[in-house]
């Protein structure tokens, strides 16, 4: 009966909620998360459907009631199903389907075809060609199997923040060490400089006599100024510690931002799986 109800049950891809509170929080949360629209079925609004859907129903010959071949995981989502198709018939074929639906001159029956005909209590008859709908309803329970475990609005949203704050650590991370980076950069060009000096320091020593003692006890204080005092090497090795300690740490933190985010894309996954075609339609556009 795949193609039947593929083509008879239009709110296929609407998501099943308890209460409008749940479905105002779903619409909320799709809103600030850009995925899109989705259409909701809110079961505590359908309990008036309970005295139809219970009454006894006798199919005409040859047809059966689709609602009664639902064989759904919870007996609360039966008023959801029963909402959707209503009394909709299905048969073998469109002659069968013709004698049930029109008495009279009038369309009695919705009915549809086990190849996707379908009849509406309209009148109108729809089918044809050699695309037909079909895979639109699984077998599997879907609110067990993809929704099962999945965190609630409030944890995704702690999720949601946890993330943000791993974003800025790593931001702060990425200043202070740039800003490590600049000193040592420092430090460098001003031994760069230094080393610079002493070359030309000699020049001048080999071209004047007189002067060549005084160069020399330049030239030996400039060298002295190379090395590093103790006070420079404390500071220069402390840098580096710090540098590899902030590379540690932005490691880390990348690391449970990727987690974090691989969190946020099942849960998008497993709210688009919930949401069906209509769902994914929709933040196509």
């Excluded at 309990?47 to 009454?55: D, I, Q």
């Excluded at 840098?239 to 894309?265: M, P």
């Amino acid at each position: 009966f795949d193609v039947a109800i593929s083509t008879a049950c239009s709110m296929l891809d609407h998501i099943v909620v308890e209460t409008s509170s749940e479905g105002a929080a779903c619409v909320e949360y799709l809103r600030n998360n850009n995925l899109g629209r989705a259409s909701f079925v809110i079961l505590d609004k359908l309990e008036y459907l309970k005295g139809p859907m219970e009454a006894k129903f006798f199919p005409p010959n040859e047809c059966k009631r689709i609602f009664d071949l639902i064989k759904p995981a919870h007996d609360k989502y039966r008023k959801a199903f029963y909402l959707a198709l209503k009394d909709t018939l299905v048969t073998k074929n469109l002659d069968i389907a013709s004698k049930v639906a029109y008495k009279k001159g009038k369309c009695v029956a919705r009915i549809v075809t086990l190849n996707g005909e379908l009849i509406d209590k309209s009148g109108t008859m729809s089918g044809g060609g050699t695309a037909v709908k079909r895979g639109r309803m699984g077998s599997k329970d879907v609110s067990d199997a993809a929704v099962k475990g999945c965190p609630t609005l409030a944890q995704l949203d702690q999720l949601s923040e946890k993330v943000s704050e791993a974003k800025r650590e790593v931001e702060e991370i990425r200043n202070h060490i740039s800003n490590i980076k600049e000193e040592l950069k420092r430090i460098n060009r001003k031994k760069v400089e230094l080393e610079g000096l002493i070359p030309r320091l000699k020049v001048q020593v080999e071209g004047s006599a007189e002067t060549s003692e005084q160069f020399k006890d330049q030239i030996e204080r400039l060298k002295n100024q190379c090395k590093m005092n103790p006070k420079d090497q404390t500071k220069l090795n402390s840098l580096n510690e710090s540098l590899k300690a902030e590379n540690d740490r932005l490691e880390k933190s990348a690391k449970e931002v990727d987690k974090a985010n691989s969190s946020l894309n099942e849960v998008k996954k497993a709210i688009l799986e919930a949401g069906g075609d209509e769902l994914k339609d929709a933040l196509k556009k």
